[in-house]
Antibody, heavy 115, light 110 residues
């Protein structure tokens, strides 16, 4: 069974940083592209970033480019999202997802940016 | 950046049929956009119903089906049940490896 478990969310001040993690199991993590998706309170889903299987190809939404960094550790079956220069409009539930080949989602982790 | 459009809201009667659509500002939606459909209920993570236009998961109720219709991706619900009331999102893949979500359709079963 595919499982994705996010962690690392919390309350952070504007301008601060946070690193999210996503522990994957139930599939061969090292062979799949992975994505981060977010959802602001009461709003729709927004794709944030994706990374290919070996980390050599990365793509970002314009809204986070230059501030967020996606990475992965295939030995630890873990996906990361390093978020810097956080703003109030980054407040959202962040989901780890294996979109490609079926679409599998984690339960999400809440990031709140507020002073 | 491409914009993906969905009906903001739709209402269907119990037992009825409804079609949700997903359009692209760049032109016709094709299988090359690998259309996905997700269902999300309040307080829950999204759940994938349809991927690659029309493929289903083992947990996808048979009453849901995906297709391409009139230049758009479509999700058809035949025989709506009260538990189908939810938000539905489509997702399309664009060049450069970017996914773009539609704004979502709030489906009411009434």
């Amino acid at each position: 069974e595919v499982q994705l478990v996010e962690s690392g969310g919390g309350l952070v001040q504007p301008g601060g940083s946070l690193r999210l993690s996503c522990a994957a199991s139930g599939f061969t993590f090292s062979t799949y592209w992975m994505d981060w998706v977010r959802q602001a309170p009461g709003k729709g889903l927004v794709w944030v970033s994706r990374i290919n299987s070996d980390g050599s190809y990365i793509s970002y939404a314009d809204s986070v480019k230059g501030r967020f960094t996606i990475s992965r550790d295939n030995d630890r079956n873990t996906l990361y999202l390093q978020m810097n220069s956080l703003r109030a409009d980054d407040t959202a539930v962040y989901y780890c997802a294996r979109v490609y080949d079926g679409g599998y989602w984690g339960q999400g982790t809440l990031v709140t940016v507020s002073s | 950046q491409a914009v993906v459009t969905q009906e903001p809201s739709l209402t269907v009667s119990p037992g009825g049929t409804v079609t949700l659509t997903c359009g692209s500002s760049t032109g016709a939606v094709t299988s090359g956009h690998y259309p996905y459909w997700f269902q999300q209920k309040p307080g829950q993570a999204p759940r994938t119903l349809i991927y690659d236009t029309s493929k289903k998961h083992s947990w996808t109720p048979a009453r849901f089906s995906g297709s391409l219709l009139g230049g758009k991706a479509a999700l058809t619900l035949s025989g709506a049940q009260p538990e189908d009331e939810a938000d539905y999102y489509c997702l399309l893949l664009y060049s450069g490896g970017r996914w773009v979500f539609g704004g979502g359709t709030k489906l009411t079963v009434l």
